[in-house]
């Protein structure tokens, strides 16, 4: 997973509650902007461009919201990298075949590429992004995806995740799994190297 594993998203963060006040939202206006959130989150890292909800978000709200905001830019913006997992992604790198398993934002991935301070420019091996897939977690759809592009059987795969509901998926279809906590990230890495060496 990307977010809250390989860097700190929004996971166990007030970012959320921060890039409202930015916009302007205060408080009376939070139920309407999640309302307006949620019309569309069921295909928000399948098809649906969040910066579509820019206007909407003028509009409905009245945020005078500047003409060159791009809200996939301001998440990345407020991202930041999560040094600690960098040993166990590069030993495991040293032995194994690594990659990506990922729910994106469309345009997400590529402007997190663009940060280099965040790291993840990196030599996976393979990379489902949910958005060019066209399936997200938890739909096994996508773990059937990711596994019809490496070589090895289920049981052969370590799976490292921050959600639960995603890891249960991913144990349901025999993976190995690693439910890593974004909260502890340091510890969290340093476990999640003893484990790849007991691998």
Same mark, same amino acid.
């Given at each position: ?17 921060? $890039?409202?006040?930015? &916009?302007?939202?205060a408080d009376d206006l939070k139920p309407k902007f999640e309302e307006i959130w949620s019309e569309h ?6 098809d649906y461009d969040i910066e579509q909800m820019v ?7 009245? &945020? ?6 791009? $809200? ?27 990659? &990506?398993?990922?729910? $994106? ?86 476990? &999640? ?7």
């Open positions: 997973d990307v977010g809250g594993v390989v860097i700190q998203d929004y996971s166990g963060t007030n970012q959320w509650d921060l $890039m409202q006040g930015d &916009l302007g939202i989150s069921d295909r928000h890292c399948i206007p909407i978000l003028r509009t409905r709200l009245g &945020l005078n919201i500047p003409a060159d905001y791009s $809200m996939v830019q301001d998440f990345v913006n407020r991202y930041a990298p999560n040094p600690s997992i960098w040993p166990a992604i590069e030993y495991a790198h040293s032995k194994y075949k690594t990659g &990506l398993l990922t729910n $994106m934002y469309p345009k997400l991935l590529a402007t997190i590429y663009a940060r280099a301070d965040l790291h993840i420019d990196y030599p996976w091996d393979v990379i489902v992004d949910s958005s060019k897939v066209k399936a997200n977690k938890p739909d096994p759809k996508i773990f059937e995806i990711a596994e019809s592009k490496v070589t090895c059987p289920p049981s052969e795969i370590l799976f490292v995740e921050n959600t639960q509901k995603h890891v249960d998926v991913a144990k349901s279809r025999g993976w190995q799994t690693f439910l890593f906590d974004h909260k502890n990230p340091s510890r969290s890495s340093q476990d &999640l190297y003893a484990t790849i060496q007991a691998c």
